[in-house]
Antibody, heavy 120, light 108 residues
Framework: EVQLVESGGDLVPPGGSLRLSCTTS????????MNWVRQAPGKGLEWISF????????LYADSVKGRFTISRDDAQSTLYLQMNSLRAEDTAVYYC?????????????WGQGILVTVSS | ENVLTQSPGTLSLSPGERATLSCRAS???????FAWYQQKPGQAPRLLIY???TRATGIPDRFSGSGSGTDFTLSISRLEPEDFAVYYC?????????FGQGTKVEVK
C-alpha cells in the first residue's frame, strides 16, 4: 500500500523558514516523480512544485518561485520542501503527492496533508 | 497560465440522480492531459479520471470523463451517498499545473 506521510508543519512568523518532509513507503520512490500541492483554508487546490526522478527538472508555481525549494532523498524515500521568506498567504495545508509514473506529470496519490500557519 | 473554470459552483442533487460537471480551459490541453479529483471534508483529494477519460484504479464505472481541447466533463451516472463531495479538474500538460476552483455536489 502506498503511503505518503507529511511532517514539519508549524506556526511560523512572516519572514520565517520551515522545511516539510514527506516520508514514503509502498512503492519504489526513486522511480517516480513527486509534487507538492497546497490548499489554503476553505479554498481550492494549488499545485506549487514538481521534481523528476533524477532531480534534474524542478518546477515551481510563480507564487513560490525563488522562495521554496523541492528536493528528494531516494535513499530515505523522502521528499522535502524548504520554504523561506514565508508570507501570510502561504498559510495552507500542504500535500505531498506522487506522480503516476517515471516521467508522469499526473498526480495519482496524496498524503494526508500538513498544516503550515504563517502568522505573528 | 491555463486557467480552468468549473461550472456550476454547486450542484444540488438527490441520490440516484445523474451529475454532470463541466470544466473549461482557457487554452487547449495538449495530449488530453486532464484529470478529475474528488475531495471529501478533512480528506486528501482522490484521483478519479486521468487522460480525460480513463478511470483510475478502483474507481466505480458510474464515474466517467469526456472531452478534449478546452472542454471537459465529469459525469456520475447515479449518485451514491458517498459521492457527495467537492470535485476538482486539473490539467497536467503545462506548467504551472492548474486546478479548477471546484464544484461542490451536495444533497438536495
Amino acid at each position: 500500500e502506498v503511503q505518503l506521510v507529511e511532517s514539519g508543519g508549524d506556526l511560523v512568523p512572516p519572514g520565517g523558514s520551515l522545511r516539510l518532509s514527506c516520508t514514503t513507503s509502498g512503492f519504489t520512490f526513486s522511480a517516480y516523480t513527486m509534487n507538492w500541492v497546497r490548499q489554503a483554508p476553505g479554498k481550492g487546490l494549488e499545485w506549487i512544485s514538481f521534481i523528476d526522478r533524477t532531480s534534474t527538472t524542478r518546477l515551481y508555481a510563480d507564487s513560490v518561485k525563488g522562495r521554496f525549494t523541492i528536493s528528494r532523498d531516494d535513499a530515505q524515500s523522502t521528499l522535502y520542501l524548504q520554504m523561506n521568506s514565508l508570507r501570510a498567504e502561504d498559510t495552507a495545508v500542504y500535500y505531498c503527492a506522487k506522480g503516476h509514473g517515471p516521467g508522469s506529470y499526473l498526480i495519482d496519490q496524496w498524503g494526508q496533508g500538513i498544516l503550515v500557519t504563517v502568522s505573528s | 497560465e491555463n486557467v480552468l473554470t468549473q461550472s456550476p459552483g454547486t450542484l444540488s442533487l438527490s441520490p440516484g440522480e445523474r451529475a454532470t460537471l463541466s470544466c473549461r480551459a482557457s487554452q487547449s490541453v495538449n495530449n488530453n492531459y486532464f484529470a478529475w479529483y474528488q475531495q471529501k471534508p478533512g480528506q486528501a483529494p482522490r484521483l478519479l479520471i486521468y487522460d480525460a477519460s480513463t478511470r483510475a484504479t478502483g474507481i466505480p464505472d458510474r464515474f466517467s470523463g469526456s472531452g478534449s481541447g478546452t472542454d471537459f466533463t465529469l459525469s456520475i451516472s447515479r449518485l451514491e451517498p458517498e459521492d457527495f463531495a467537492v470535485y476538482y479538474c486539473q490539467q497536467y500538460a503545462g506548467t504551472p499545473r492548474t486546478f479548477g476552483q471546484g464544484t461542490k455536489v451536495e444533497v438536495k
